[in-house]
Structures are given as structure tokens and as C-alpha cells.
């Protein structure tokens, strides 16, 4: 079984930073994509951040020159860096992981349970 566990998040004041992490335990064998979504209440998940195994980001538009996402391949961690925060930048983010290969299976997506952020003086 495959778990995603989210860490990190908290308040935090406008123009303030935080780091957070997503780590996925099991027997892993690959993982194709990582990436984070936001959700606020009324609105559907927006993508925040992706990364493939290689490397290769994208972003949205509104995480574009103040986040950076990154990711450890050998420890199965994806790892979100949020500067210059912005109260609209308020959300539950989420951790998702997309073509799992773990012994004897493959799981197209996971999700993590999500962690809160909030930007407020």
C-alpha cells in the first residue's frame, strides 16, 4: 500500500516562506510525476506545481517566479518552496503522484490528505 503524507503547511504572514513536503511510503519502485494542487472552498483544485522524474516543472500561473517545486527520486519526496506568500495564496494544498509502480502493481494517481495553508497578518 501506498501512502502520501503531506507536511508543512501552517500560517504564515503575507511576504513570509514555507517549505512544504510530500513523501511517499510503500515498496515503490518508480514514480512518474509529483506535483501540488491548491483548493479553496467553492472552487475546483487548481495545479500549483508539477515535476516529472527528470526533472522537468511546471507551474501555474499564479506560483510562477515565487514557488519552486523540487523532488528527492530516492527518498519518493516532492518538496514545494513558497516565497513572497500572498493571502490569496490561502488554501488546502495537496500532494499527488501520478504512475506508481510499486511490486506487483501500478497506480495511475494517489493523493495525499492534504495540508492547510494560510497567509494572514
Known amino acids: 500500500q501506498v501512502q502520501l503524507v503531506e507536511s508543512g503547511g501552517g500560517l504564515v504572514q503575507p511576504g513570509g516562506s514555507l517549505r512544504l513536503s510530500c513523501a511517499a511510503s510503500?515498496?515503490?519502485?518508480?514514480?512518474?510525476?509529483m506535483g501540488w494542487h491548491r483548493q479553496v472552498p467553492g472552487k475546483e483544485r487548481e495545479l500549483v506545481a508539477g515535476?516529472?522524474?527528470?526533472?522537468?516543472?511546471i507551474y501555474g500561473d499564479s506560483a510562477k517566479g515565487r514557488f519552486t517545486i523540487s523532488r528527492d527520486n530516492a527518498q519518493n519526496t516532492v518538496y514545494l518552496q513558497m516565497n513572497s506568500l500572498k493571502p490569496e495564496d490561502t488554501g488546502v494544498y495537496y500532494c499527488?503522484?501520478?504512475?506508481?509502480?510499486?511490486?506487483?502493481?501500478?497506480?495511475?494517481?494517489?493523493w495525499g490528505q492534504g495540508t492547510l495553508v494560510t497567509v494572514s497578518l
Open positions: 515535476i516529472t522524474s527528470g526533472g522537468s516543472t
Open positions: 510503500g515498496n515503490i519502485f518508480s514514480i512518474n510525476g
Open positions: 499527488n503522484a501520478v504512475r506508481v509502480v510499486v511490486a506487483g502493481d501500478t497506480y495511475l494517481e494517489l
